[in-house]
Nanobody, 122 residues
């Protein structure tokens, strides 16, 4: 059974940077596309980054230039680097995977983690 665990969430000041990690187990990581989402209280889930099995990356315009997703198949880990953080980045961030591909992982992923809290203060 696929299992995902996020880490790296923290309280940071606006303008700072943070790197989130997603640890994968229970399968062959390289055969899964990966996505990161965030959800703030009262808001719907928001897609923020995805990376394909081959390493192609996808971002919504709202975070492009500040968010960077990467993967290390040898370590079964995906990372999300966030820079120039804003208070509106405050949310629970969680990763998700899907063996079908990036379209599916961005819309209806098969597996997701529990998330890690990110709080950005002014």
């Amino acid at each position: 059974q696929v299992h995902l665990v996020e880490s790296g969430g923290a309280w940071v000041q606006a303008g700072g940077s943070l790197r989130l990690s997603c640890s994968f187990s229970g399968g062959t990581f390289s055969t899964y596309a990966v996505a990161w989402f965030r959800q703030a209280p009262g808001n719907e889930r928001e897609f923020v980054a995805a990376i394909s099995k081959s390493g192609s990356t996808y971002y919504p315009d709202s975070v492009k230039g500040r968010f960077t997703i990467s993967r290390d198949n040898d370590k079964n880990t995906a990372l999300l680097q966030i820079t120039k953080m804003k208070p509106e980045d405050t949310a629970v961030y969680f990763c998700a995977v899907d063996s079908r591909g990036t379209r599916e992982v961005r819309t209806a992923p098969l597996y997701r983690g529990q998330g890690t809290q990110v709080t950005v203060s002014v």
